[in-house]
């Protein structure tokens, strides 16, 4: 039997993805080629426009994360943290696309993008809360139930909090991979001082590298690794 494809659902377009995916909207989000100063404009849209799609999916896994944590289901809360933590890692991989945006080309369209910077990235800023807010909840978890971070980072590798743990460490280092390349895009892209020069934006990025969201996670993790962690010593958390 031939399958109905008409629309049935609510909304702009002529079919029901459209009107689902909104696709008239988004499609709309980019400047007309008629009034770009530049034709890379669209490629640099693109690429910030999608990020800060992938960043607002990350924001929603992280925050309904430490709300799994909060209601006492930290083990509800890992793959929420993974989903964001792919989520950056897109982020992260679409900045290759800046590999085929010269100097000269972004120079170009500087007038259209005014004073904006990406230090504005609404996605980023709301990323940057939801980590903190998850650290929050991770701590409250532990502390209300008297668990030392030093006896979890040697905990058996299959116990939900150590699992989370783990989780939360891995979006840390992932969120800095995308800094790490961020930096390189800046400095390959925007002509700007290396880093080491006083005041240079590149020096600003470079030491944004080193940030970590949960510093303590990081030092609980390499503190115990001279301690046996196979499944028969390493304790089991209450
Ligand atoms: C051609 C590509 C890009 C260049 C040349 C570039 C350059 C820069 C520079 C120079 C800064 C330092 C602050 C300033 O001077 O404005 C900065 C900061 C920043 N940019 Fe970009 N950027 C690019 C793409 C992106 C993309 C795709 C995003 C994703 C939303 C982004 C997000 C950020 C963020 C969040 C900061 C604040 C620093 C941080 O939190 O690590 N940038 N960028």
Redesign the pocket.
Known sequence: MKRDHSAVLPGDGDTDYARYMRTDALLDLQRPPGQMIHRDELL?QV??QS??LW?KLAEAELTEAACRIDAGDPAAAEPLITRATLGVRL?TD??EM?RY?SPAD?QAMQPALGNG???E?P??RRVQGASRQLGRAFCEHLAARRIELSALAAATPTDPLHRLAEAMVEWDERVSFW?VR?YQ??VR??G?APAGTKGS??T??AK?IEHRFFPELWRARTSTADEPTDDHSAPHLP
């Open positions: 640099f690429v910030h990020a800060e960043l982020v679409q900045l800046f945006l972004f910077s990406g230090a990235s996605g980023w800094r961020h895009v800046a892209i925007g700007h934006p590149a600003m990025l944004l």
